[in-house]
């Protein structure tokens, strides 16, 4: 087994459930993974350090610093958190060229091969020499981006930041952001037998899932991007009313909006109500104000990103329809791509897996990305 495989291997031995989906302590938090991947960083010549996020979590940072002053800049940010796991996913195994188990590919594969790539070239003659390289693995990813956004408010902008993510070691510039709202509807009780006495909550907001679902729908395709399409809007969840022979007072939706470059949760939340009202229908619309998650769109021909798109053959840069850390270093004035081994498709399933093969791949494209750094 490569040193790589075998790398990830232990590392999806390592439970890390972010603790937002999980009460257990034997299996939740990132600390273990830190501790384990701080051990082998000081062993093989990197500087470790950490980075307060909240309460004890912590970001791990491990730097290759040049012998000279570093002109450029390199960050590499894949996360350490993970969904929820059950006892058998915490066991990888291998079967007909794949790795199996929770994070194989999201992103305990992009840790594995970016880190196994930064210590073999810091062994090999081709070290840079005026390059600083910082491999970030961050917490929280998959809840908050607790992580990304205390290392983005801390750190000084880098030339450049590759986010480890599951793209087939494909090079993304761009990416959707995501909004989630709820919608409110407000009625007035009366008794089931006497509707006409009371305002249904539950049929107001019926009115309001039409209108998402269809007009609002319709609108957001008139607005395209040329690698992200449309942004789209899903109503996800519903709730309302207490008992059938009550009319219903109150009634709330959750609805996942994914956005495009240059919108604004603001802007969408002015744009939902105005569409509601000219139908009647008054709602409540809730946000959180305090954490926004953008979209991503990083200039294509910047040098790096060509170097690497190059090294890559890739003639065209390419979007992905989610979410992740990248927007979120890259509104601190970070230019960010995201790469990393494994298909998106395999993240949070039940039978979570990556390819040895594109592991390898990974690890050889981070390698010779960072070989050719000044």
């Known amino acids: 087994m490569s040193s790589v495989a075998g790398l990830l291997m232990d590392l999806i031995a390592i439970p ?9 302590p034997s299996v939740h938090g990132e600390k273990r993974v830190a501790d384990y991947l701080a051990d ?50 915490l066991q990888p195994h291998c079967q007909l060229g794949r790795i199996h188990g929770r994070g194989a590919c999201d992103t305990k594969g992009s840790i594995a091969a970016m880190l196994d790539a930064l210590i073999a070239l810091i062994q090999s003659e081709n070290r840079p020499r005026q390059t600083e390289i910082q491999l970030a693995c961050l917490v929280d990813e998959e809840h908050g981006q607790l992580g990304s956004r205390a290392f983005a408010a801390r750190a000084k902008p880098f030339d450049l930041g590759i986010i480890g ?7 993304v510039t761009a990416h959707k952001g995501v909004m989630w709202f709820e919608l409110c509807t407000r009625g007035k009780a009366a008794h089931g037998s006497r509707p006409s006495l009371g305002r249904n909550a539950i049929a107001l907001m019926a009115t309001a899932v039409h209108y998402l679902e269809g007009e609002y729908r319709s609108c957001l395709e008139d607005s395209k991007h040329p690698l992200l399409g449309v942004p789209t809007i899903n109503a996800g969840s519903i709730a309302g009313g207490q008992q059938p022979n009550i009319v219903p007072e109150h009634c709330s939706l959750w609805a996942d909006r994914r956005t495009l ?43 790096w990103v060509q170097t690497l798109m190059r090294q890559r053959r890739q003639p065209l840069p390419i979007g992905v329809d989610y979410f992740c850390d990248a927007a979120v270093i890259a509104a601190a004035g970070t230019p960010c791509v995201v790469m990393g081994p494994g298909s998106i498709d395999q993240a949070h399933t039940a039978d979570e897996w990556i390819r040895i093969d594109s592991l390898e791949q990974g690890r050889q494209a981070f390698l010779q990305f960072m070989a050719q750094l000044p």
Do not use: W
Request: hydrophobic share 30%.
């Open 40 to 89: 082998l960083a000081r062993k093989k010549g990197l500087s470790v350090s950490h980075q307060p996020v909240r309460g004890s979590r912590r970001n791990l940072l491990l730097t290759y610093r040049p012998s000279g002053r570093p002109r450029y800049r390199l960050l590499l940010a894949p996360h350490m958190d993970t969904v929820v796991a059950s006892k058998q996913q």
């Open 165 to 171: 993510e599951p793209t087939s070691n494909k090079v």
């Open 16 to 24: 890390s459930v972010n603790p937002a989906f999980c009460d257990d």
């Open 261 to 303: 470059p240059g919108e604004t949760y603001r802007a969408i939340a002015k744009e939902v109500i105005k569409g509601l009202g000219a139908l009647g229908v008054r709602a409540q619309l809730n946000y959180r104000q305090d954490a926004e998650c953008p979209a991503l769109e990083t200039d294509p021909s910047h040098p």
